[in-house]
Structures are given as C-alpha cells and as structure tokens.
C-alpha cells in the first residue's frame, strides 16, 4: 500500500479503564514490547461525563520506559450530532496536547451523528426505509459531521472511519470520490491521523488508496480490547500486501 501504515505500530488500544476490555496498561505495553512494536497508542473509551482521564493518564505516564518504544495517549468519543459535537468532556478535549491532557481525541462512529444528537443504526435504518433519509444525505451526513468534529477537536484521530456504513445497510462504495477528498483535505490540514482498523476491517482498498494518494497519514490499529490482540494484525498484512 503506497503510504500505507506501518504494522510496526498499533495506534488503538484499550485498558480495563473502558469497560468493556479488560487489560491493564502495563499488560498492553508488555504486549506491545513483546510484539515489537515502536508506537502504541493507549486509548480508553470517554463520555461527557467521564471521570478517570486524569487517573488514565497518570497511570500511562507512570509505565516504565522501553527502548524503542513510544508510547501515545488518547481518548475515545464518538461524534454526536451534525454539528460535529463530540462526546467527551470539554476539559478533556481543552486538555488534548497539553502537559496535562491526552494527546488526541479518538472520533468514532459509533452512533450516526443525527441533526438533533446520536441515532442508533436501528432508527438511520427506519428512516431510509421509510425515506424520511435518502442514502446520499446519510453519507453526507455521516461525512460532513466527521469533518467539522475534525476541526472542533483539534487534535484528532479517526478511529475505524466509515464503519458506520455497514450497519446501516450501506457500503464505502455509497460514498462519493469528492466527500472522501473532503475527508482527506481536513486530515492533511489539521495532521490528523486516520486509522486502519482490524477489529473493523475499514477502510477498505478504494478509500485507502485514495486517502494515501492525498497525502493522509494512514497508521495501523487493532482496536484491541485485551493485551493478547495489541500489534496482531491477519486482515491489515494482507492488505499491505495487496498493496492497495
Ligand atoms: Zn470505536
Ligand atoms: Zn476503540
């Protein structure tokens, strides 16, 4: 893959402090030590009301070093309105890059970012279904909310973009050339990272090479919810391979 990820790191990983994994932070860089990789991005999943940031980071900052070994912080949101809202709290993200504060804010789609706040796949389905939504405006929704929380967040990284799509009974191939350019215009101007994801097989070869041609920076991530997963990539080597 021109400009592909290195598969030397893995810039998405969580702890026990989302609860929904079930490592500790020393277990994910012993796995990233032990895997050899040379960047691991730890990550745990945030609301507006979440709490434990300062107590994540400060137990990620207390791991011991490891030669060759760098290791980033971040949290994960998700986008929560057309508006680009993120659903993280605000002092998170006034934080994101200080001494202080994690290095970038995690967008994800896990919800469709609705005019009025998140819908869940189930409702975007009734209403492409009933045509209250059109399958265009649905992606460009979904495309031009992700921009604008690209903007409002600064420090950014796209966690599997455009995974989405699939549960809303739509595809990459629903998503025209000139939104993807757009997408990949606001990550080159703001340096935002933009994930290849295992656990969620996205993006796929179209939007990959796209995005790498437009000069995003493309890294590599397992999403991995439990140490044994950090730096393990089958769907990701293959597709470096592919070399698309
Ligand atoms: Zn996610
Ligand atoms: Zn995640």
Redesign the pocket.
């Known amino acids: 893959m021109t400009g592909g990820p290195s598969l030397r790191g893995d810039h998405h990983v969580h702890s026990a402090f989302s609860d929904d994994a079930v490592s500790t932070p020393a277990e994910n860089l012993a796995a990233a030590r032990a895997a050899g990789l040379d960047t691991v991005r730890m990550v745990d ?1 945030v609301r507006v009301s979440t709490t434990y940031v300062p107590d994540f980071l400060a137990v990620v900052r207390g791991l011991p070093a490891v030669d060759g070994l760098r290791v980033l912080t971040g949290v ?1 949101a998700k986008i929560l309105d057309a508006d680009g809202g993120i659903d993280a709290p605000p002092e998170v993200l006034a934080a994101l890059g200080g001494p202080d504060g994690a290095d970038r804010v ?1 967008l ?1 789609d ?1 919800q469709y970012p609705g005019p009025d706040g998140p819908w869940s796949p189930r409702v975007v389905v009734e209403h492409l279904a009933s045509g209250a939504l059109t399958r265009e405006g649905a992606v460009e929704t979904l495309v031009s909310a992700t921009v604008r929380a690209v903007r409002r967040a600064g420090r950014a990284q796209l ?2 973009p455009l ?1 989405l799509l699939p549960k809303i009974g739509l595809t990459e191939d629903d998503v025209p050339d000139d939104l993807l350019d757009e997408l990949a215009a606001v990550a080159v101007a703001t340096g935002t990272p933009v994930e290849v994801n295992e656990k ?1 097989r996205c993006p796929g070869p179209r939007v990959r090479a796209r995005w790498a041609d437009a000069g995003v920076a493309l890294v590599a991530s397992t ?1 991995a919810h439990v140490a044994d997963d950090v730096g393990r990539y089958a769907w990701l080597r293959e597709a470096v391979r592919e070399g698309a």
């Open positions: 999943h994960e995690l994800a896990h966690a599997h995974s969620w999403d």
